[in-house]
């Protein structure tokens, strides 16, 4: 295992290739390599992830070591010279590619990781042009495709462990494993259960985190093809604020590119009727759960009902959702009942929109491009068919949507800009901020600041931007003390009177990502810790967010997100409207639809659930 590194500890020089650097005394290798430059390849290694030196593909020479050593695991805790090439190593490289080779049963050009698999990249970088220790002639597995977001083939699997690790470091699911010995050695669940009754969460980071194509999500595209291709569906399709920002780097595009408006325009051209924004539905989300919580304070702080469930979680995510159901049943009842963006706007599609177009709702076709494959589980749980039909038909990852691309000939960066579709128009700057984490938060703050206190937010945040709510530090905790209230606005007077109940507390927020980090608050909160006393908490299920989510491009790692999230705060600080409580569409919305305002029956009935002890199966 590799020594943590001591940042006060004494500096050690080392001579890499011939270049000098001096590194902290704990320094791995291959961290000292990279930091002047020098490449060294890998296969199990990952950013994310804790090195554990088991595909052999980084080992280096050491002066006076007899055997080579594996670069990532190796620390430096002395003076050495290091060789990084070398025939012997370039020779040990190319016979662990070639016996990974050798198992690796399957046709690179009909994988769905073809040109984007680092076991193909590195065959062709070492010039491996034959299989010199044979191949499989057959699969060996069955390709487990049971479950509503993943599919398993572990014939394409190279034991490298980055999606048990992935699983347990990051997401602290523990669903994969490793089984076996020897030849007989393979990655399986618990239990060699399928993936439709493992415990797991369908978060997908196993698929971001595989090198090759032993790990996809449930391909859809054909059946929105057949959708698109019938003339007598009435296709839609909302996109979710974290693909926009990734998108283009599957067009050669840097991370955090954003493409919004000529996403809209590509998604006409494959074919769909109306393209609208996620980011309108966030912001019903937004005064929904952001009334939802006025209301369990009050009860709270009035003593109406000081038994109330706080503090309350976030209901957006819905790997989380499945991971309170594994894990924290008990806690259910903590649990906003305010469904997704997605789920909220499926709703409106097959009921608001429907009757405004005059459309059968049994022949709108709704599809949802998300950055995650647990949105796919989401939008077939039964529940969710409050419009009388299944809400959501379809949810496609980012990597189908450039599928679609691809197969239309489009070239994304390339396509003019293009606007949303009415009635549901611009969204604002508070729904674009959902993709990032924290983003939830933020635009719940934005909110409720201004509905209590009846002041603009930007007279207690610049430019309106809540900076303690943002970074990617995988718990956070931030405190806003409401000193003075205004009057109750019209949207909220079918609910209260006045606010004077919520004068002089001081509102205690909590953000986690990544559900290792949701466990810790979760163990926290049952006992009795720092986060117990929160009022409002936002969790996500992946590692920096939607933006992390596990249907977004492949690689992944913290700059990527960072850039990505760059992008997403860019967007935001551009809107003219920021505010959820803003949208135009939105009031209209209630002025038209919801007339009894948020919260109310009607809209508990489209836009709520509630969230009963299960197995996880279902919700």
Same mark, same amino acid.
Not at 333 to 338: D, G, N, Q, R, V
């Given at each position: 295992?590799?020594?943590?590194?001591?940042?006060?500890?004494?500096?050690?020089?080392?001579?890499?290739?011939?270049?000098?650097?001096?590194?902290?005394?704990?320094?791995?290798?291959?961290?000292?390599?990279?930091?002047?430059?020098?490449?060294?390849? =890998?296969?199990?290694?990952?950013?994310?992830?804790? &090195?554990?030196?088991?595909?052999?593909?980084?080992?280096?020479?050491?002066?006076?070591?007899?055997?080579?050593? =594996?670069?990532?695991?190796?620390?430096?805790?002395?003076?050495?010279?290091?060789?990084?090439?070398?025939?012997?190593?370039?020779?040990?490289?190319?016979?662990?590619?070639?016996?990974? %080779?050798?198992?690796?049963?399957?046709?690179?050009?009909?994988?769905? #990781?073809?040109?984007?698999?680092?076991?193909?990249?590195?065959?062709?970088?070492?010039?491996?042009?034959?299989?010199?220790?044979? #191949?499989?002639?057959? &699969?060996?597995?069955?390709?487990?495709?049971?479950?509503?977001?993943?599919?398993?083939?572990?014939? /394409?699997?190279?034991?490298?462990?980055?999606?048990?690790?992935?699983?347990?470091?990051?997401?602290?699911?523990?669903? %994969?494993?490793?089984?076996?010995?020897?030849?007989?050695?393979?990655?399986?669940?618990?239990?060699?259960?399928?993936?439709?009754?493992?415990?797991?969460?369908?978060?997908?980071?196993?698929?971001?985190?595989?090198?090759?194509?032993?790990?996809?999500?449930?391909?859809?595209?054909?059946?929105?093809?057949?959708?698109?291709?019938?003339?007598?569906?009435?296709?839609?399709?909302?996109?979710?604020?974290?693909?926009?920002?990734?998108?283009?780097?599957?067009?050669?595009?840097?991370?955090?590119?954003?493409?919004?408006?000529?996403?809209?325009?590509?998604?006409?051209?494959?074919?769909?009727?109306?393209?609208?924004?996620?980011?309108?539905?966030?912001?019903?989300?937004?005064?929904?759960?952001?009334?939802? %919580?006025?209301?369990?304070?009050?009860?709270?702080?009035?003593?109406?009902?000081?038994?109330?469930?706080?503090?309350?979680?976030?209901?957006?995510?819905?790997?989380?959702?499945?991971?309170?159901?594994?894990?924290?049943?008990?806690?259910?009842?903590?649990?906003?009942?305010?469904?997704?963006?997605?789920?909220?706007?499926?709703?409106?599609?097959?009921?608001?929109?429907?009757?405004?177009?005059?459309?059968?709702?049994?022949?709108?076709?709704?599809?949802?491009?998300?950055?995650?494959?647990?949105?796919?589980?989401?939008?077939?749980? &039964?529940?969710?068919?409050?419009?009388?039909?299944?809400?959501?038909?379809?949810?496609?990852?980012?990597?189908?949507?450039?599928?679609?691309?691809?197969?239309?000939?489009?070239?994304?960066?390339?396509?003019?800009?293009?606007?949303?579709?009415?009635?549901?128009?611009?969204?604002?700057?508070?729904?674009?901020?959902?993709?990032?984490?924290?983003?939830?938060?933020?635009?719940?703050?934005?909110?409720?600041?201004?509905?209590?206190?009846?002041?603009?937010?930007?007279?207690?945040?610049?430019?309106?931007?809540?900076?303690?709510?943002?970074?990617?530090?995988?718990?956070?905790?931030?405190?806003?003390?409401?000193?003075?209230?205004?009057?109750?606005?019209?949207?909220?007077?079918?609910?209260?009177?006045?606010?004077?109940?919520?004068?002089?507390?001081?509102?205690?927020?909590?953000?986690?990502?990544?559900?290792?980090?949701?466990?810790?608050?979760?163990?926290?909160? /049952?006992?009795?810790?720092?986060?117990?006393?929160?009022?409002?908490?936002?969790?996500?299920?992946?590692?920096?967010?939607?933006?992390?989510?596990?249907?977004?491009?492949? &690689?992944?790692?913290?700059?990527?997100?960072?850039?990505?999230?760059?992008?997403?705060?860019?967007?935001?600080?551009?809107?003219?409207?920021?505010?959820?409580h803003e949208n135009p569409q939105v009031l209209q919305i209630y002025r038209e639809f919801l007339p009894e305002g948020p919260c109310s029956h009607k809209a508990h009935a489209l836009l709520h659930t509630h969230y009963t002890p299960r197995d996880g199966s279902s919700g």
């Amino acid at each position: 295992m590799v020594m943590p590194v001591d940042t006060t500890a004494d500096a050690i020089t080392v001579t890499i290739d011939g270049t000098e650097v001096t590194v902290p005394s704990g320094t791995t290798i291959l961290a000292a390599a990279r930091s002047i430059g020098v490449r060294i390849p =890998t296969l199990c290694d990952h950013p994310d992830l804790r &090195p554990v030196g088991i595909c052999r593909i980084c080992m280096v020479e050491i002066e006076g070591v007899d055997c080579l050593q =594996t670069a990532c695991t190796y620390p430096i805790t002395r003076p050495i010279r290091i060789t990084t090439t070398s025939s012997a190593i370039r020779t040990a490289r190319r016979h662990i590619l070639e016996m990974l %080779l050798a198992t690796h049963y399957g046709d690179c050009n009909t994988c769905k #990781r073809n040109h984007n698999c680092e076991l193909q990249s590195l065959a062709a970088e070492y010039g491996i042009d034959c299989f010199r220790f044979g #191949r499989p002639e057959a &699969p060996r597995y069955a390709i487990d495709g049971s479950g509503a977001s993943i599919v398993r083939d572990m014939n /394409k699997c190279i034991l490298c462990r980055r999606c048990v690790r992935a699983c347990n470091e990051l997401q602290d699911v523990g669903c %994969l494993t490793l089984t076996g010995r020897g030849e007989n050695a393979r990655i399986s669940t618990f239990g060699e259960n399928m993936l439709a009754t493992a415990v797991c969460i369908e978060c997908g980071q196993c698929i971001n985190h595989c090198p090759t194509g032993a790990l996809s999500e449930v391909d859809q595209t054909d059946e929105v093809w057949t959708m698109l291709d019938d003339p007598t569906k009435h296709v839609v399709i909302q996109t979710a604020p974290a693909p926009r920002a990734s998108i283009g780097e599957y067009f050669g595009l840097e991370p955090g590119t954003p493409l919004t408006f000529e996403m809209n325009t590509a998604i006409r051209r494959i074919g769909f009727d109306a393209v609208f924004d996620t980011n309108f539905s966030a912001d019903l989300t937004i005064i929904e759960e952001g009334t939802e %919580l006025l209301q369990r304070l009050h009860q709270s702080l009035t003593g109406e009902s000081p038994a109330t469930q706080l503090p309350q979680l976030s209901s957006c995510c819905p790997g989380w959702i499945k991971y309170i159901e594994y894990f924290y049943p008990e806690m259910l009842p903590l649990l906003s009942t305010a469904k997704s963006p997605q789920q909220m706007f499926g709703a409106m599609i097959k009921t608001y929109y429907a009757e405004k177009r005059g459309i059968d709702p049994k022949n709108i076709v709704s599809v949802a491009l998300m950055p995650c494959t647990a949105k796919k589980f989401e939008c077939s749980r &039964p529940e969710m068919t409050a419009s009388g039909f299944q809400d959501v038909d379809f949810a496609i990852t980012t990597r189908e949507l450039v599928k679609m691309m691809r197969e239309s000939g489009i070239d994304l960066p390339k396509m003019p800009k293009s606007g949303f579709d009415e009635p549901f128009g611009d969204p604002t700057g508070s729904g674009v901020i959902f993709g990032a984490t924290g983003g939830v938060m933020e635009a719940a703050l934005r909110t409720v600041l201004e509905l209590v206190t009846g002041k603009k937010v930007e007279s207690f945040f610049e430019n309106a931007d809540i900076i303690p709510v943002r970074g990617f530090e995988g718990i956070r905790l931030a405190e806003l003390p409401v000193t003075e209230v205004g009057p109750v606005p019209e949207l909220l007077s079918h609910l209260f009177t006045d606010f004077e109940w919520l004068k002089g507390v001081t509102l205690r927020v909590g953000i986690a990502h990544g559900t290792a980090n949701i466990h810790k608050v979760m163990e926290d909160i /049952k006992n009795g810790g720092i986060f117990s006393t929160c009022h409002f908490i936002e969790m996500m299920a992946c590692p920096g967010g939607c933006l992390g989510g596990g249907g977004q491009p492949i &690689p992944t790692s913290p700059e990527i997100r960072a850039k990505r999230a760059k992008a997403i705060y860019s967007e935001d600080a551009h809107y003219v409207v920021r505010k959820s409580h803003e949208n135009p569409q939105v009031l209209q919305i209630y002025r038209e639809f919801l007339p009894e305002g948020p919260c109310s029956h009607k809209a508990h009935a489209l836009l709520h659930t509630h969230y009963t002890p299960r197995d996880g199966s279902s919700g």
